[in-house]
Structure formats: structure tokens, C-alpha cells
């Protein structure tokens, strides 16, 4: 017989842990953004929307993860700013950050200050994605076509194949940015159509395109 139990019924915590013992534990991720406090703030609303437009994002929450990023390195610096100058922990960690946020290019070699980090703004971390590198490089015609070549794998950093749109380009790496090579546009294998208008030019006959070796 099979028992019907209420739908109020709670199994007791004996039971739930048996269930769970061949069940996965779900993972506790922090938080990458914040929303506003409020919400329907004209100002603030246009000044996204802009930056939406300029830098091809996806939706406001790329916006809103970046201000977290920011925020989070505008508070380390405030905090270490009310330390005296030879504090040890102001040298090492001050540095450490300093050398990070010149790493991938956000603040100058002449600026490494910790009173230059509070004035850092959000384009600022938005210019070193690796969208807006494509496009500023001529690998794209547009912020929006920048995002689909590296959607698309055509992109790759180094000898790594990025598909990470928000992906922070690093001073040393951003002259490495090019097509990757099985990309039809850094010289691989032509793309579907191309091979078969290829096919048409040739005089070839019906299907089989595809069985071309690379």
C-alpha cells in the first residue's frame, strides 16, 4: 500500500539527512553585484542605460557588477588610507593593490597612489574588457559585433580561445588579442556558407560539404 500523507507533513531531520546523503550539497556563492536602493532613480537610470549603449553590455546586471567590483576596492583603499604611512600593513597591502590595478591597466604607472584609487570610475574597468579591446583593436565593426566574434570563439588571447565577453584584458596581454586559428577570419576553415559557394564555383555536385578534411 502506498501511504498518503498531508501536504502540510514536514519529514523530521533524521529522514531529510538520509536524502541528502547521496545528493550533492548545493554550493554558497557570493554575491557579484547589488541591486539599487532605489530603483526608479531618473539620473541614474539614463546614466546606465548610456553606459549599456556605449560598452554593447548585455543588461544592467554587467552594470551593477562592476559598481560592486569598484566599490569593494574604493572601500579597501579608504580603509587603508586611515592607517599612518609606514604601517606594514598599509605598505604591503596598499602595494599589493596598487600593482593589480596597474597589472590590467586601470591605473597608471605615475598615479600609484591609494588617493587616485577613490577617484577610479566604472569606465574606467569597463574600457579593459575584453569587448571593448576587440573593438577599439578593428577586429570588430561594432561594440555589438565585438561580442558575438567572441561568443562565437573567433577570438583568442595569447593561444587561449576566450568566450568571455567581460574578460579583463591585462596590459601584457592586450597586444596579443587576435582571430583564433581555426577561426575563418584568422585563416582556418571557411565558414558553412563560404565553403559551399566555394562548392558552387567549382561546379561540385549536391551535399557533402561537409566531408571536406580541415
Known sequence: RTLLLPFWYRPRRRERTAKMVNNRIPKVVSKTYITPRRPYEKARLDQELKI????????????WRVKYTLAKIRKAARELLTLEEKDQRRLF??????????????????????????????EDFLERRLQTQVFKLGLAKSIHHARVLIRQRHIRVRKQVVNIPSFVVRLDSQKHIDFSLKSPFGGGRPGRVKRKNLKKAAGGGGGGGDEEED
Open 93 to 122: 597591502e596598499g602595494n599589493a593593490l596598487l600593482r593589480r590595478l596597474v597589472r590590467i591597466g586601470v591605473l597608471d604607472e605615475g598615479r600609484m597612489k591609494l588617493d587616485y584609487v577613490l577617484g577610479l570610475k566604472i
Open 52 to 63: 549599456i549603449g556605449e560598452y554593447g553590455l548585455k543588461n544592467k546586471r554587467e552594470v
